[in-house]
């Protein structure tokens, strides 16, 4: 009777606090945000653990794996530790080192080119006008203010620039508690990576302690399926975005396009976002090549529609696809509908929680077809 009695108010006290948080639903969510940006440095440092760690055991297996000398030992992991962020960091600085400085000396150029680009329209307008009457009849129809229209060409570009710079003096306060959180979420991350084991053998202590046997061995292989269709999907991943650079790079090399190792590299970068990534960086050097020759930023966009084919038909469902255990085909609808519902994050995520949910199923299916087989 106790024991129904503990159960009752086990669940009337549950229903009071859903109650409780739909009735406040919004200062709920308030509540929970708030919640989140105060654990953000620890949700980043564990992320950043999981990734460093895929680099971390590839290191560990090189340092000497079979050797029980003491100081090889102790030496492993940090080791491994550092050359798995001195990789990443290395990789982000070529990147970062080829991309921005073209990317700023393009901007700079067009920004100087606007007001030359508008004068030339104006001379070619009235030479026209000169060898056509009719066609100054109808531009003076329109009253065209040449002088006015560089003015404000240069007023808004100006207007531009401007703004960026207050709105980066604005965010240096905002850019230092980044870099500090970013700074806390690296030491967190070190700190589980240096005692991984012990962290894994609590976690693993207190499933055991508060679910049953059967639950604990449930438990334990869905965790298992989450770990393995994560880290491959970061596995391919970067390889998915390795091939496209290479192809992007040796594509632009073939056709003479201009910033072809930039633009090659951003296309590897970006292609970490699934499926969008080819889009942007497409864009982007369609821009930058368009300001030097329309022509030629034509014929890289219809370049880069096809690499994109490419890319998002075949190389991507079936690279991160074959990586994870996904069919192609779910890989496409994941990645459609993780879009949809939550934009870049959604694409990101939905390959990997689909791969659990199909390896998942697949799984409970094949157990019950047995079960219904033996009976």
Same mark, same amino acid.
Request: glycine share 6%; aromatic share 10%; hydrophobic share 55%.
């Given at each position: $009777?106790?024991?129904?009695?503990?159960?009752? !108010?086990?669940?009337?006290? *549950?229903?009071?606090?859903?109650?409780?948080?739909?009735?406040?639903?919004?200062?709920?969510?308030?509540?929970?945000?708030?919640?989140?940006?105060?654990?953000?440095?620890?949700?980043?440092? &564990?992320? $950043?653990?999981?990734?460093?760690?895929?680099?971390?055991?590839?290191?560990?297996?090189?340092?000497?794996?079979?050797?029980?000398?003491?100081?090889?030992?102790?030496?492993?992991?940090?080791?491994?530790?550092?050359?798995?962020?001195?990789?990443?960091? *290395?990789?982000?600085?070529?990147?970062? @080192?080829?991309?921005?400085?073209?990317?700023?000396?393009?901007?700079?150029?067009?920004?100087?080119?606007?007001?030359?680009?508008?004068?030339?329209?104006?001379?070619?307008?009235?030479?026209?006008?000169?060898?056509?009457?009719?066609?100054?009849?109808?531009?003076?129809?329109?009253?065209?203010?040449?002088?006015?229209? #560089?003015?404000?060409?240069?007023? *808004?570009?100006?207007?531009?620039?401007?703004?960026?710079?207050?709105?980066?003096?604005?965010?240096?306060?905002?850019?230092?508690?980044?870099?500090?959180?970013?700074?806390?979420?690296?030491? &967190?991350?070190?700190?589980?990576? $240096?005692?991984?084991?012990?962290?894994?053998?609590?976690?693993?202590?207190?499933?055991?302690?508060?679910?049953?046997? %059967?639950?604990?061995?449930?438990?334990?292989?869905?965790?298992?399926?989450?770990?393995?269709?994560?880290?491959?999907?970061?596995?391919?991943? #970067?390889?998915?975005?390795?091939?496209?650079?290479?192809?992007?790079?040796? @594509?632009?090399?073939?056709?003479?396009?201009?910033?072809?190792?930039?633009?090659?590299?951003?296309?590897?970068?970006?292609?970490?976002?699934?499926?969008?990534?080819?889009? &942007?960086?497409?864009?982007?050097?369609?821009?930058?090549?368009?300001?030097?020759?329309?022509?030629?930023?034509?014929?890289?966009?219809?370049?880069?529609?096809? !690499?994109?084919?490419?890319?998002?038909?075949?190389?991507?469902?079936?690279?991160?696809?074959? %990586?994870?255990?996904?069919?192609? $085909?779910?890989?496409?609808?994941?990645?459609?509908?993780?879009?949809?519902?939550?934009?870049?994050?959604? =694409?990101?995520?939905?390959?990997?929680?689909?791969?659990?949910?199909?390896?998942?199923?697949?799984?409970?299916?094949?157990?019950?077809?047995?079960?219904?087989? =033996?009976?």
């Amino acid at each position: $009777m106790q024991k129904l009695d503990r159960l009752v !108010i086990k669940y009337i006290l *549950f229903i009071a606090l859903v109650v409780l948080i739909v009735s406040n639903y919004e200062q709920a969510i308030s509540y929970m945000f708030h919640f989140l940006r105060i654990l953000s440095p620890v949700i980043v440092g &564990i992320i $950043m653990a999981y990734i460093l760690n895929i680099l971390m055991i590839k290191f560990e297996n090189i340092w000497f794996p079979n050797k029980n000398n003491q100081w090889v030992n102790k030496t492993r992991r940090p080791l491994s530790i550092l050359f798995a962020m001195l990789t990443i960091s *290395f990789v982000l600085f070529i990147v970062l @080192g080829l991309v921005v400085p073209q990317v700023l000396v393009v901007l700079t150029t067009l920004i100087e080119a606007i007001p030359v680009a508008i004068n030339q329209i104006q001379t070619w307008f009235t030479n026209s006008e000169q060898r056509f009457p009719e066609l100054a009849v109808i531009l003076d129809q329109f009253e065209v203010n040449w002088s006015q229209i #560089v003015q404000d060409a240069v007023a *808004f570009f100006n207007g531009v620039t401007t703004r960026i710079v207050e709105t980066t003096l604005s965010t240096i306060g905002s850019i230092a508690s980044i870099v500090i959180n970013l700074f806390l979420s690296l030491i &967190i991350s070190i700190y589980i990576l $240096m005692s991984k084991e012990k962290i894994m053998s609590q976690g693993n202590r207190m499933i055991k302690a508060y679910f049953t046997k %059967k639950q604990y061995d449930k438990i334990r292989y869905v965790l298992s399926v989450v770990d393995a269709s994560f880290s491959h999907f970061i596995t391919g991943e #970067v390889l998915e975005a390795f091939i496209l650079g290479v192809m992007v790079t040796a @594509g632009m090399w073939i056709f003479r396009f201009p910033y072809a190792t930039m633009l090659g590299a951003l296309a590897g970068i970006m292609a970490l976002i699934p499926m969008l990534g080819a889009w &942007i960086s497409g864009t982007i050097g369609f821009v930058l090549i368009g300001v030097q020759s329309p022509i030629q930023g034509l014929a890289f966009l219809i370049f880069i529609i096809i !690499i994109q084919q490419l890319e998002g038909n075949i190389i991507y469902p079936k690279i991160v696809g074959d %990586k994870i255990g996904l069919p192609g $085909m779910w890989v496409l609808i994941a990645v459609t509908i993780g879009a949809g519902l939550a934009g870049i994050p959604g =694409m990101l995520l939905s390959v990997p929680i689909s791969s659990v949910i199909y390896k998942l199923l697949k799984q409970d299916v094949t157990t019950r077809e047995r079960i219904d087989v =033996m009976s």
